[in-house]
């Protein structure tokens, strides 16, 4: 149990082009998803948090406008990097938490996407 | 917020030798303490938590212990095997009040020398 997908799990685009990354929870419903962005040999760092039915809550520092996050359902959450620049490359990676759990703390991740942008 | 430290950065063991990272954290009122293990390119995976009622949770091989005078938690891998080998993240938060979140520490390399 307590699985998460993305899709797509790599992409490569053009510079000015947006991107979509679609975070799934699998075998349980999620009011509460993630997204984390992570550099080569690096921590996670929290971009975002997102909730089901309300605007996502930003980290300082992350521009709303630019990643763009919508929780549209209990199992799906979408992050959208839009004009994408060489510098938004990066491995993008979701975690959501599964509502129903006793303990409602623990995260449970995505496999990421690696985004690559020329 | 919570400042989350992981030390050492690199640790290499033999294997069958145990190896122990340690975190410390700032916020006293954290109260859960997850441990992720990556490995390369691949997704954070918990392999075991804490909560602060406890101070320490074994499963088979992995246990972490926790001081929450001192603000520490610590992971310990015995008998260590080569698939041990990866990254380790601790991470504390408290409770769930709304939108809890983890703080991670920078992560531990940990190798092991078959």
């Known amino acids: 149990g307590a699985v998460v997908s993305q899709h797509p799990s790599w992409v490569i685009c053009k510079s000015g082009t947006s991107v979509k990354i679609e975070c799934r929870s699998l075998?349980?419903?999620?009011?509460?998803m993630f997204w984390y962005r992570q550099f080569p040999k690096q921590s996670l760092m929290l971009m975002a948090t997102s909730n089901e039915g309300s605007k996502a809550t930003y980290e300082q520092g992350v521009e709303k406008d630019k990643f763009l996050i919508n929780h549209a359902s209990l199992t799906l959450s979408t992050l959208t990097v839009t004009s994408a620049h060489p510098e938004d490359s990066s491995f993008y990676i979701c975690s959501a938490r599964d509502r129903d759990r006793e303990y409602q703390e623990t995260q449970y991740f995505g496999p990421g996407t690696r985004l690559l942008v020329l | 917020g919570e400042n989350v430290e992981q030390h050492p950065s690199t640790l290499s063991v033999q294997e069958g030798d145990s190896a122990v990272i340690k975190c410390t954290y700032s916020?006293?009122?954290?109260?859960?303490f997850p441990w992720y293990k990556q490995e390369l390119g691949k997704r954070p995976q918990l392999i075991i938590d804490?909560?602060?009622?406890?101070g320490e949770k074994k499963d088979q091989r992995i246990a972490v212990t926790l001081n929450k005078t001192a603000k520490h938690f610590s992971l310990h891998i015995t008998e260590t095997q080569p698939e041990d080998s990866a990254v380790y993240f601790c991470?504390?938060?408290?409770?769930?009040?709304?939108?809890?979140?983890?703080?991670f520490g920078k992560g531990n390399q940990v190798v092991v020398i078959p």
């Open positions: 804490i909560r602060s009622n406890v």
């Open positions: 991470a504390a938060s408290r409770r769930p009040r709304g939108n809890n979140r983890l703080a």
């Open positions: 916020d006293s009122a954290s109260n859960y």
């Open positions: 075998d349980f419903q999620a009011t509460t």
